[in-house]
């Protein structure tokens, strides 16, 4: 499971930690696209984090 941290509501999957970095970026250009049809200001963050559950 993946989310954007600047775009909470957007949630996705994958069946690979590839699959759901791929779907991850998809949401963001469409996000990207949303935001600049309703003028909005895009959140840029110049840090990155990335959690990943490891199941024991």
Known sequence: ???L???QE????GESLEE???MLQDA?????LAYRQENKEI???D??????LIEV
């Open 28 to 32: 963001t250009k469409e996000m990207i």
């Open 20 to 22: 759901c970095r791929a």
């Open 10 to 13: 957007v949630i996705t999957e």
């Open 1 to 3: 499971m993946g989310q």
């Open 47 to 52: 840090s990155l984090l990335e959690q990943i």
């Open 5 to 7: 941290i600047e775009w």
């Open 43 to 45: 959140p840029i963050d």
